[in-house]
């Protein structure tokens, strides 16, 4: 059982590049979730999904975009980067609201 | 607004001797209330969660956590730190609590267990 798997580890991008995140579980869960992690600053959610077909804005989604297809994946798409999106992004995933949320091991972002 | 607060940014102690990492909320109803864990290069870790009924809960590794609804505390404790222990510990409100729907996780305590 695999969890909660991100791709890629590491990047780096230049200025004006876009990319996507790719998240994938194998847990079924419905709930998903996309957060970045800055140093001292906690997890700020970017978007999340309560199923699929299902997104919505988290408190820091400028310059993030997501869509969620199948059940599984949830990608997140930077389609303009800016230095000020580096940083450590991690997808979760949860059975329910109230319930656990389940991490992956995230992807290390630099933006020059 | 739902939120919670962790006071302190890094909490040392020394391997043998109990530990408390300090979270603080404010969530309008009955909260649910969860810790996390999270090892260098990794992601977050469930440890235990507060939904009803007694307390102090118990969670992974030893963990516990004692819940103050007077005080509006979640304090995370174990008996004897491990040098193993040490990592970042976030304190977190779940979705859909006190009519939020956004997760709210403190900016996190590291713990450092000294041998």
């Known amino acids: 059982n695999a969890g909660v798997t991100q791709t890629p580890k590491f990047r780096i991008l230049k200025i004006g590049q876009s990319m996507t995140l790719q998240c994938t579980q194998d847990m079924n869960h419905n709930y998903m979730y996309w957060y970045r992690q800055d140093p001292g600053m906690g997890l700020k959610l970017i978007y999340y999904?309560?199923?699929?077909?299902?997104?919505d804005k988290g408190e820091v989604p400028n310059g993030y975009n997501v869509s969620r297809s199948t059940t599984e994946d949830f990608p997140l798409r930077l389609e303009l980067a800016a230095p000020s999106q580096t940083s450590v992004y991690f997808c979760a995933s949860s059975q329910g609201a109230n319930q656990p949320q389940h991490f992956g091991d995230g992807t290390r972002l630099s933006i020059l | 607004a739902q939120s919670v607060a962790q006071p302190e940014d890094q909490v040392n102690v020394a391997e043998g001797n109990p530990l408390t990492v300090k979270c603080t909320y404010s969530?309008?109803?009955?909260?649910?209330l969860f810790w996390y864990v999270q090892y260098p290069n990794r992601g977050l870790q469930f440890l235990l969660k507060y939904i009803t009924g007694d307390n102090l809960v118990k969670g992974s590794y030893g963990f516990e956590a004692e819940f103050n609804k007077s005080q509006t505390s979640f304090h995370l404790k174990k008996p004897s730190a491990l040098v193993s222990d040490s990592a970042l510990y976030f304190c977190?409100?779940?979705?859909?609590?006190?009519?939020?729907?956004?997760?709210?996780f403190g900016r996190g305590t590291s713990l450092i267990v000294h041998p």
């Open positions: 999904s309560v199923g699929a077909g299902i997104t």
């Open positions: 977190a409100v779940p979705p859909y609590t006190g009519g939020s729907y956004i997760p709210t």
């Open positions: 969530v309008s109803g009955n909260p649910y």
